[in-house]
C-alpha cells in the first residue's frame, strides 16, 4: 500500500501525517477497524474527539445507561481468547463494565499509540488526482488513501430549543453527555423531558435521589422489565463452552442476537386469547427485545400487532396504581415501530409519592423560566433539568464534519433529501469512504457490535483486495446506489415499522428528511455483501494509477 507513515509521534500535531487508512472515532467500531489494519501492517490512525475510548459508552454515563443486549452477546467476537477472558459481572452490563471492557480492549491490542485523543475532524476532502483525502482536524491535518467512519449511530445529542432556555438559572443536563464525575440530586427538585430509551433507564434512579422529580411526556413508550441481576455463571460457561457456536446462531437471526429465544411460528391471530396471553407472559419474564419475536406477524400485521399492544397496556395498567397516570404512559402506536425498552422498575417508579407525570403531547413545553418550566399555562419550578431527548441518529455526527467529494460536492448537499448509500457503506461521489454500520445496513436493528464487525472485516478485505490488485480508489455507482436504497425501503415497507414518527426515520430532528434509515435483516444483508465481494465489487467503479478507466 501507498501512503506508508513515517512517525507515530504527535510531538507536532501541526504538521500533516500520512495514513493508509484514517478512521474517525474510537469506539467499538473504530477499534476494531484499527486492530485489523495494524494485523494487515497498514499505516493507520483514529482520530477521537473525547479523551478515552469507548465511543457512546464513553459520552453515555447519564444514571443506569445500559446495554439492552445480553453481555455475552454484545461483546467483540473476533478474538477466542478475549472472548474466554473477559468475565461479566451482570446480565446486561452497565455503562462502566461496558466501558471498563472497552478500555480493556485497546490495552490488550496496543491500540492507543494509533489513536490521537481530543481530537475533532473537521473537514475531510478528495482529491482526485491523488486519490487522497486531505483531512483537517482540530489539532493539525492528515492525508490519508482511506478515510474510515466509524463515528457511531447514536453520538450525536439532539438538544432541545425550548423558548427561555438560558434563562434557567439551574443546570441543564442532556443525558447524552453526562458529567463525568455524575449528578447528585439529593434533596433537589428535577424535571425530566422526555420518556425514551435514556429517560426510561435514568428516571428511576433520578427518583430515589431527588426530592421531586417531574416527568414531561410527549410520546409513551413501550417498555418491559429486563430482569437484570449478576450473570448466570452457569450459562456463562455454557456459552464459553461452545462461543462460536453460538455467535453463528446468533449471526443467523434477524437481529444477530438472541438466538437461544426461537421466534414463533404460528400467527398471533390463530392463538386463542388464554394462549396469547400465556406466551406474551413467558416472553415478558424473560426480560428480553426478544418479546417481539413471541409471534412472527408482530411487525407484519397490524392486527396481530394489537394483540402485544393489549398485552403491555393490561401491564402497565396492573403495575401503575392511579388509573389516569397509567393511561398516559401506555403507548397507542405499533409496538415495535420505536425501539422497544427494557427497563428495572420504571412504570412502578410512578407510583412513588415524589414523581408527577405531565403529559405535554396536547398543551407542550412553553418555555424556560428562571426558575423552571412553563407547560399549559403551568410553572413548575426545579433546581435542575433532564433533558432526555435522544440523538441526532445515524447521520448526525457524519454530517457535522464537512466532507467534501468528487467536484467539491459535500456530503451534506448529497444527503439533503435523506441519507442514501450502497450497502450502507459507500457513497458515489465520495471514493475510499467507508461508513461503518452506516444509513442503509442493519445497524441499529440488531447486535450493534455483530454488525459492526461484519462491516469492519468487509472493509479490511476490500482494502486488501484493491492492494493486490492495484487499484487506487473505489466507489459505489450511481445505479446500485439507487437500487440499494429502492430495497432498503421496499424492506421496510413491507412491514409496520414506518408507521410512526421514530428515530430510525429521523423525524425526533426537526428539518431532518423523513427516511426510514436501517435495513431489516441481518442475513439476506450479509449475503449480499459476500456476493457484492465476491463478484470482484459489483456495483463499484475501481480505478488504478496506470489506468483511471471505471468498471
Not at 27 to 42: E, I, K, S, T
Not at 275 to 297: C, I, M, N, T, V
Request: aromatic fraction near 10%; charge should be negative.
Amino acid at each position: 500500500m501507498e501512503g506508508v507513515l513515517v512517525a507515530r509521534s504527535y510531538d507536532n500535531p501541526q504538521l500533516s501525517q500520512t495514513f493508509d487508512v484514517t478512521i474517525v472515532g474510537a469506539g467499538f467500531a473504530g477499534l476494531y477497524m484499527l486492530h485489523r489494519c495494524n494485523q494487515r501492517g497498514l499505516s493507520a490512525q483514529i482520530f477521537e474527539a473525547g479523551d478515552g475510548v469507548g465511543g457512546t459508552w464513553y459520552w453515555n454515563r447519564y444514571p443506569g445507561a445500559r446495554c439492552d443486549i445480553e453481555s455475552l452477546e454484545y461483546s467483540y467476537s473476533f478474538d477466542e481468547d478475549l472472548q474466554q477472558e473477559w468475565e461479566w459481572s451482570e446480565r446486561y452490563a452497565g455503562q462502566p463494565e461496558i466501558l471498563r471492557y472497552v478500555n480493556h480492549v485497546a490495552d490488550r491490542f496496543d491500540l492507543r499509540p494509533s489513536i490521537q485523543f481530543n481530537t475533532r475532524v473537521e473537514k475531510a476532502a478528495f482529491d482526485s488526482a491523488t486519490a487522497r483525502w486531505n483531512i483537517q482536524t482540530s489539532n493539525g491535518a492528515a492525508v490519508s488513501q482511506y478515510l474510515v467512519m466509524a463515528t457511531g449511530c447514536l453520538s450525536s445529542t439532539n438538544k432541545p430549543s425550548f423558548e427561555g432556555m438560558d434563562d434557567f438559572e439551574g443546570p441543564i443536563y442532556h443525558t447524552g453527555e453526562w458529567p463525568h464525575d455524575g449528578v447528585d440530586f439529593s434533596d433537589q427538585r428535577v424535571g425530566v423531558i422526555g420518556t425514551g430509551s435514556s429517560a426510561v433507564q435514568s428516571i428511576p434512579i433520578i427518583a430515589k435521589q431527588a426530592k421531586q422529580l417531574t416527568v414531561f411526556q410527549r410520546t409513551p413508550n413501550y417498555s418491559i422489565p429486563a430482569h437484570n441481576g449478576p450473570i448466570d455463571k452457569a450459562l456463562e460457561a455454557e456459552t464459553k463452552a461452545n462461543y462460536q457456536a453460538f455467535r453463528d446462531a446468533n449471526r443467523r437471526e434477524n437481529g444477530a442476537f438472541a438466538s437461544r429465544t426461537p421466534a414463533g411460528e404460528t400467527s398471533a391471530l390463530d392463538a386463542t386469547e388464554d394462549e396469547w396471553r400465556e406466551k406474551f407472559e413467558h416472553h415478558w419474564q424473560l426480560g428480553s427485545l426478544a418479546f417481539l419475536r413471541a409471534y412472527p406477524d408482530l411487525l407484519l400485521d397490524d392486527n396481530a400487532n394489537a394483540i402485544a399492544r393489549q398485552f403491555v397496556a393490561d401491564k402497565i395498567a396492573e403495575v401503575v396504581t392511579d388509573p389516569t397516570t397509567a393511561q398516559i404512559l401506555t403507548p397507542t402506536q405499533v409496538i415495535g415501530c420505536k425501539r422497544l425498552c427494557l427497563d428495572t422498575n420504571y412504570f412502578e417508579t410512578y407510583n412513588r409519592d415524589n414523581v408527577e407525570l405531565v403529559d405535554i403531547s396536547s398543551a407542550p413545553i412553553e418555555r424556560f423560566t428562571p426558575t423552571g418550566i412553563v407547560a399549559d399555562g403551568q410553572e413548575f419550578e426545579f433546581d435542575a433539568i433532564v433533558t432526555a431527548t435522544g440523538f441526532d441518529a445515524m447521520t448526525g455526527t457524519i454530517l457535522k464534519i464537512d466532507i467534501r467529494g468528487v467536484n467539491d460536492v459535500s456530503l451534506k448537499e448529497k444527503w439533503s433529501s435523506g441519507p442514501t448509500t450502497y450497502l450502507g457503506l459507500c457513497i458515489p461521489g465520495f471514493p475510499n469512504l467507508f461508513t461503518v454500520t452506516g444509513p442503509g445496513s442493519p445497524s441499529v436493528l440488531t447486535n450493534m457490535i455483530m454488525s459492526i464487525e461484519q462491516h469492519v472485516e468487509w472493509i479490511d478485505e476490500c482494502i486488501d483486495y484493491m492492494s493486490h490488485q492495484g487499484h487506487q480508489s473505489i466507489e459505489a455507482t450511481v445505479d446500485a446506489e439507487q437500487e440499494w436504497v429502492a430495497h432498503v425501503n421496499a424492506v421496510a415497507d413491507f412491514t409496520l415499522m414506518p408507521t410512526c414518527n421514530s428515530w430510525y426515520l429521523g423525524v425526533n430532528v426537526p428539518g431532518k428528511p423523513r427516511v426510514f434509515m436501517p435495513l431489516i435483516g441481518f442475513p439476506p444483508y450479509v449475503e449480499k455483501c459476500n456476493e457484492v465481494a465476491a463478484n470482484g465489487y459489483e456495483g463499484f467503479a475501481l480505478t488504478s494509477p496506470a489506468d483511471s478507466s471505471t468498471r
